[in-house]
């Protein structure tokens, strides 16, 4: 069955610190891939998205992510995070094209400290 | 973007009792939505995928008697959550993807908080 993997279960990083989340995911054959931010209280949002073109993905606020097909994975970055970032990030695959819905990773905590 | 509301955002229910759940599209017509769980510190989990005018399709687990959907307009999916108990607390999350908008990408609802006494 197809499966997304978030290494981390919860990251903790002073302001200004540079972030990366892993994700990996199980299905072989054409992915679109997405990150998704949950704020606290809040419903989710898209962060970016990947469907073909160049594996680095730019997305809002500053983050970016790379897909690496050799590795099933996509990364999500941010040079330097801030305390407003502190959130749960989702990882999320579409196996196909169509109306299918997305699978999610279990996610990421993420905790940025003054 | 598109644009997905839930309503109720937050309910208290006594156990026994049903509740029902509302998701609209509100710029935009969703033939499929889909219908997810998020336990507290958990992932979103798919519990399933409501067509408009047909029958939702179920995940493996998932109760049909007991999450009822009906989805029957291109705008609007209910799902009634019966004879609750509180294991049924959770939040629950619709979505739905913008058939016009040429992407993947499904928009979600602000989420409803079910609590069961």
């Known amino acids: 069955a197809q499966s997304v993997s978030q290494h981390n279960h919860h990251v903790i990083l002073s302001e200004a610190a540079s972030l990366e989340l892993g994700c990996n995911y199980s299905?072989?054959?054409?992915?679109?891939l997405f990150w998704y931010v949950q704020y606290p209280g809040q419903h989710l949002q898209l962060l970016l998205k990947?469907?073909?073109?160049?594996?680095l993905v730019k997305g809002i606020k500053g983050f970016e992510a790379e897909f690496i097909k050799s590795k099933f994975s996509f990364n999500l970055r941010k040079p330097s995070v801030q305390w407003s970032d502190t959130a749960e990030y989702f990882c999320a695959v579409l196996k196909s094209s169509g109306n299918t819905p997305l699978v999610f990773g279990k996610g990421t905590r993420l905790s940025v400290i003054a | 973007g598109a644009v997905v509301s839930q309503h109720p955002s937050w309910v208290i229910c006594k156990s026994g009792t049903s509740v029902k759940i509302e998701c609209r599209s509100l710029?935009?017509?969703?033939?499929?939505m889909f219908w997810y769980r998020q336990f507290p510190k958990q992932s979103l989990m798919l519990m399933a995928t409501s067509n408009e005018g047909s029958k939702a399709t179920y995940e493996q687990g998932v109760e049909k008697d007991k999450f009822l959907i009906n989805h029957a307009s291109l705008t609007l999916s209910t799902l009634t959550v019966t004879s609750a108990h509180p294991e049924d607390s959770s939040f629950y999350i619709c979505s739905a993807r913008d058939p016009t908008g040429g992407t993947g990408e499904l928009f979600f609802g602000e989420g409803s908080r079910l609590t069961v006494l």
């Open positions: 299905y072989g054959g054409t992915v679109n």
């Open positions: 710029d935009f017509q969703a033939t499929t």
């Open positions: 990947y469907f073909s073109g160049d594996p």
